[in-house]
């Protein structure tokens, strides 16, 4: 074990999530009950409302969240439901835009400043939320732009949390989806749905069980879910097949290395009887 | 004064803001939003503080030739290059910081974090050792919810995906939930120790 080449490993690795994505397997997914209480509450929002979607991520986790957002708002403006989009993490506004107007602008028609808005990035973590839920515009008096929220139609007759349907927050972090719950969710009594890292996401179970989550998608398989419920085939979709290797292959490694470990310790203890 | 009249202001914004949560009289919200508006202000000048270090620091490491200091050039034309062009031309759709941002610095991002799932492997192989019988738990626990938690978890026994699902909402929804109490609890505690000026350490110095 000691003179083992890791190397090996890391080539196992990228030939198992390589070659899924270049040739998918199409292993079913299985729409877990968080997801599709995410997709409900959305059902439930009725057109022409108005949703506040939190982009709390960086490029770092892109490949893992993104495709929650571009599932998340593939079903907002299927519906035609207004989104106005902020970011409390510094990375997230070129990103937001950038799903805002793939999504919205070139796959529905919509139109910016009317139908959706990217407030852009606002330093202070939960001060911000907490601010969020006295004035929206008093928090974000200018878009990512620098246009005045004054001038947006969208922003008309949105002051707080009271006048949106409910809120959407796709996070990697902090602050993100805990910081959602105890600083928004307990306070202003907003719906809220959210997204994580899959390894955030056991952290927010308790949120979900207890009612302050209506939905949680949890890492790329949460984002596979959403994306098979709205009916899009995104990069999420592909990456199952990609992720159901990788961790096929940790779990081989696991064992493969148990087993090393075992007659390594059964023949030292050989030698010395 | 030096340290006396901070930890006046603290206590006294500290104590102004736990009895907002709980008052909503208009005087007391519209002081309470008062402070929150100084709060974000105060803490946006931190990144002007971090930017003069960046530069500081690495500016420092190439004129004493210290260790890796080739490797401060990029990163300080890098951080002027993103900040002119951003000011210059614009940070929206179609500028020239926009596209390198989705098109070098998102990639090499997204690149570094998934370096992650080659260590994660390579440290399941060398370092996951089942001495113990919680490390077999452990083991056993962690393999059903990996493989429950993607399509080849089902197809390999439809019954995986819902022993995945009772461990997230049973045990591990209550180790959480336990976890996440012990923590606010400590988070009342300390931040009462801060507002009555027993804990100073925020304070900095000696």
Redesign the interface.
């Known amino acids: 074990m000691e003179g083992f080449d890791r190397r090996y490993v890391f080539v196992v690795i990228l030939l198992v999530v390589l070659i899924p994505l270049l040739a998918p397997l199409g292993l079913p997914i299985r729409v877990s009950k968080e997801v599709v209480g995410a997709y409900d509450a959305i059902e439930r929002v009725p057109p022409g409302s108005t949703v506040y979607f939190a982009c709390d991520y960086d490029p770092a986790t892109l490949p893992e969240v993104h495709p929650m957002s571009y599932a998340t708002l593939n079903h907002l403006f299927s519906r035609d439901i207004k989104v106005v989009g902020a970011c409390l993490w510094p990375g997230g506004p070129p990103l937001l835009e950038e799903v805002l107007t793939r999504v919205g602008e070139e796959k529905f028609g919509k139109k910016y400043g009317v139908d959706f808005v990217n407030l852009g990035y606002k330093e202070g973590r939960e001060v911000v939320m907490v601010s969020l839920g006295k004035s929206i515009p008093g928090t974000f008096p200018a878009d990512f732009y620098g246009t005045p929220v004054s001038e947006l139609p969208i922003m008309d007759g949105i002051e707080d949390f009271t006048d949106v349907a409910m809120i959407v927050n796709i996070s990697a972090g902090y602050p993100g989806t805990k910081e959602w719950v105890q600083q928004v969710q307990s306070r202003f009594h907003v719906i809220l749905a959210a997204g994580c890292t899959a390894v955030s996401a056991p952290e927010y179970y308790p949120y979900y069980q207890s009612g302050q989550l209506v939905g949680l998608l949890g890492g790329l398989a949460g984002a596979a879910e959403y994306e098979k419920l709205v009916g899009v085939s995104g990069t999420a979709t592909r990456g199952m097949d990609a992720q159901s290797l990788g961790h096929l292959a940790i779990i081989v490694f696991i064992v493969i290395g148990n087993i090393l470990y075992f007659r390594s310790t059964r023949s030292r203890r050989r030698t010395r009887g | 004064m030096k340290r006396e009249v901070p930890l006046i202001i603290t206590a006294v914004f500290g104590s102004f803001m736990v009895i907002e949560?709980f008052v909503p009289h208009p005087t007391v919200?519209s002081f309470g939003?008062m402070l929150?508006?100084w709060?974000?202000i105060v803490?946006?000048f931190?990144?002007v503080l971090g930017v003069a270090n960046i530069v500081r620091i690495n500016g420092e490491k190439i004129s004493r030739r210290s260790k890796d200091w080739p490797y401060a050039f990029p990163l300080l034309a890098g951080l002027a290059f993103m900040l002119t062009v951003g000011v210059v031309f614009?940070?929206?759709?179609g500028t020239l910081f926009?596209d390198f941002?989705?098109y070098a610095?998102?990639?090499?991002?997204?690149t570094?974090?998934?370096l992650l799932?080659?260590f994660?492997?390579?440290a399941?192989?060398?370092?996951?050792?089942?001495r113990t019988v919680e490390a077999g738990l452990l083991?056993v626990a962690?393999?059903i919810v990996?493989?429950g938690?993607?399509?080849?978890?089902?197809?390999m026994w439809d019954k995986l995906?819902v022993i995945s699902?009772w461990i997230?909402?049973a045990p591990?929804?209550a180790a959480?939930?336990a976890i996440?109490i012990g923590a606010a609890l400590g988070a009342i505690s300390t931040g009462l120790k801060v507002i009555l000026g027993i804990e100073r350490n925020y304070l900095g110095g000696d």
Do not use: C
Not at chain 2, 90 to 93: E, M
Not at chain 2, 105 to 110: I, K, L, T, V
Not at chain 2, 124 to 130: D, E, L, P, Y
């Open positions: 949560y919200t939003e929150q508006q709060a974000i803490v946006a931190a990144y614009g940070v929206g759709n926009n941002y989705l610095y998102a990639p090499m991002s997204g570094m974090f998934s799932a080659f994660i492997a390579s399941a192989f060398r370092a996951f050792r089942i083991a962690a393999i990996m493989l938690r993607v399509p080849v978890g089902a197809e995906p699902d997230m909402n591990q929804m959480k939930r996440l």
